[in-house]
Nanobody, 116 residues
């Protein structure tokens, strides 16, 4: 069984920063892509950022220049550094991991709330 454990969410004022972490454990094959998604109340889940096994990154336009995704392959962990946070960034953030067999795993979600 594979588990993804997220941490780092919380309440922050607009303009502040948070760092999310997501650690994968269990019977997981070699990890390929790792990423973050978010879901605001009443909205569909949306893609935020991804990082490949080689370190290539991609970002949604809404977070480009403010968020940075990174990974530690030795720890099977992905991070999301979020700076210059805005109230519209408020959402539940989910990590997503895909292994070499193309199996996809999701974290349980961590709440990020940005007050104005």
């Amino acid at each position: 069984q594979v588990q993804l454990v997220e941490s780092g969410g919380g309440l922050v004022q607009a303009g502040g920063s948070l760092r999310l972490s997501c650690a994968a454990s269990g019977s997981i094959f070699s990890i390929n892509g790792m990423g973050w998604y978010r879901q605001a109340p009443g909205k569909q889940r949306e893609w935020v950022a991804t990082i490949s096994s080689g370190g290539s990154t991609n970002y949604a336009d809404s977070v480009k220049g403010r968020f940075t995704i990174s990974r530690d392959n030795a720890k099977n962990t992905v991070y999301l550094q979020m700076n210059s946070l805005k109230p519209e960034d408020t959402a539940v953030y989910y990590c997503r991991v895909q292994d070499s067999r193309a199996y996809v795993y999701w974290g349980q979600g961590t709440q990020v709330t940005v007050s104005s």
